[in-house]
T-cell receptor
Framework: SQQGEEDPQALSIQEGENATMNCSYK?????LQWYRQNSGRGLVHLIL?????REKHSGRLRVTLDTSKKSSSLLITASRAADTASYFC?????????????FGEGTQLTVNP | DTEVTQTPKHLVMGMTNKKSLKCEQH?????MYWYKQKAKKPPELMFV???????INESVPSRFSPECPNSSLLNLHLHALQPEDSALYLC?????????????FGQGTRLTVV
């Protein structure tokens, strides 16, 4: 079952603009991760934020986490056409043996040249 | 080597066929996963192996049978599938440490059941 809801479902912007995607989840988590998927291909890990962290940066990416609201956001600054892809948040619920990554519904980002 | 390799890339099989999907990683990861992804949907977890033992089965039908022969390999055996099982099957691996770490995904096997 999917526990993450993302909004918007689709986002279309111009190159150079910033893109913000939001994710909400329902259960307690150890960490929240963001992944990118180009059409029909594997997922690429972008960034991981732990439950005791509030903000994290990696290059043009900025992720925030609000555990009281059970929500996260991904900001991509100065977007490029190559950023066009689907973006998924994933919550990590650690079982006693092995961890479970549960994905949100995803946001389809289109960056127009 | 930070790759997860899946074979084959594409597979077409009949409903009476038996086939296997293969996944390999050489990163020393101790957790390996199978996900199923339908078009325009998120990946759905099927199985998790931790230290070569099946730790999570998300109530997957028995026509899907996972196998972990060693710490680097993960197979998914398919038998008597239905057309609705057509999807992208993704394998992933991670360190499996407490607290969680990033997962590395293969490029997937595009499965079509006819």
């Amino acid at each position: 079952s999917q526990q993450g809801e993302e909004d918007p479902q689709a986002l279309s912007i111009q190159e150079g603009e910033n893109a913000t995607m939001n994710c909400s989840y329902k259960t307690s988590i150890n960490n929240l991760q963001w992944y990118r998927q180009n059409s029909g291909r594997g997922l690429v890990h972008l960034i991981l934020i732990r439950s005791n962290e509030r903000e994290k940066h990696s290059g043009r990416l900025r992720v925030t986490l609000d555990t009281s609201k059970k929500s996260s956001s991904l900001l991509i600054t100065a977007s490029r056409a190559a950023d066009t892809a689907s973006y998924f948040c994933a919550t990590d619920e650690v079982e006693t043996s092995g961890s479970r990554l549960t994905f949100g519904e995803g946001t389809q980002l289109t960056v127009n040249p | 080597d930070t790759e997860v390799t899946q074979t084959p890339k594409h597979l077409v099989m009949g409903m009476t066929n038996k086939k296997s999907l293969k996944c390999e990683q050489h990163m020393g990861h101790r957790a390996m996963y199978w996900y199923k992804q339908k078009a325009k949907k998120p990946p759905e977890l099927m199985f998790v192996y931790s230290y070569e033992k099946l730790s999570i089965n998300e109530s997957v039908p028995s026509r899907f049978s996972p196998e972990c022969p060693n710490s680097s390999l993960l197979n998914l055996h398919l038998h008597a599938l239905q057309p609705e099982d057509s999807a992208l099957y993704l394998c992933a691996s991670s360190h499996g440490r407490v607290g969680g770490t990033e997962a590395f995904f293969g490029q997937g096997t595009r499965l079509t059941v006819v």
